[in-house]
């Protein structure tokens, strides 16, 4: 069973930094691709930004590419996102997310979310 707990929501004022940490514990979770979401109200999930397990390939929406940064640390189980520079409209709840189905296993596991505000 995967568990993934996030932690580091908060409220910022624009142009403030926050750090997302998301620790994940169960079978495989260390060898998929892990990433973070967002949701705005009445919308789906986008993605943030990917990470595969050895750090090689990442990937970012093009509305955080040079503010948000991605990493992973592989002996704690541990994805972050560093977000920079943040605008108001980063104002959502972000998701942690791993998808054990890229590695031929069977789930895509989703934390319980943690809400940003960026507001004045």
């Known amino acids: 069973q995967v568990r993934l707990v996030e932690s580091g929501g908060g409220l910022v004022t624009p142009g403030g930094s926050l750090r997302l940490s998301c620790a994940a514990s169960g079978a495989w979770v260390s060898l998929a691709p892990m990433g973070w979401y967002r949701q705005y109200p009445g919308e789906q999930r986008e993605l943030v930004a990917e990470i595969t397990a050895e750090g090689k390939t990442i990937r970012y929406a093009d509305s955080v590419k040079d503010r948000f940064t991605i990493s992973r640390d592989r002996a704690t189980r541990t994805v972050y996102l560093q977000m920079d520079k943040l605008k108001p409209e980063d104002t959502a709840v972000y998701y942690c997310?791993?998808?054990?189905?890229?590695?031929?296993?069977?789930?895509?596991?989703w934390g319980q979310g943690t809400q940003v505000t960026v507001s004045s």
């Open positions: 997310n791993a998808d054990l189905t890229r590695i031929g296993k069977t789930g895509i596991y």
